[in-house]
């Protein structure tokens, strides 16, 4: 059997496999299927969030769309102007260019499938687990480099109006 995809191999990734990031009481992502395997269409990363913790300051990419499919737990996120509240076997879409964020909205770990199209935003979450959490400045120089804003400021009432930790 071929492929067509440049670097693509036929694998199957266990419970434990992939490269994990990230500390453990914080939001941690296991890296799955990067762009570069995927042709650049998708990447998938597995988020796992410790309970009440913001997983991302209000945030909006300009390059790729982003969908959130709940394993384990329960996800809130802000779409838009919008509050929602999502748990397992529910996905949460997140267009480009609308400003949003997510967390653990509850008392036990949190584990989402992110799938992000087309892939590539997957290397700042990357960048993110390598340096730890930078300051807010060099948060937005990396984010930026991706295409991505944020938005620190309408992101503190997020935090406090939901008793999260970032």
Known sequence: MTTDTPGATPQILGPADGEILGPEDGTRDRFLVNAAESGGGFALVEHII????????LHLHTREDEYSYVLEGHVGALLGDHEVLAGPGELVFKPRGQW????NAGDT????????SPGGLEEL???FGDAGLPEPDTLTEMAARY?????????MPIIERHGLRF
Request: proline residues 6%; without cysteine; aromatic residues 12%.
């Open 50 to 57: 410790a309970p009440r913790e913001l997983a991302a300051p």
């Open 100 to 103: 949003h964020t997510f967390w």
């Open 109 to 116: 770990t949190l584990r989402i499938l992110e799938i992000i």
């Open 125 to 127: 979450f990357r960048e």
């Open 147 to 155: 295409g991505a804003e944020l938005d620190f400021d309408n992101t």
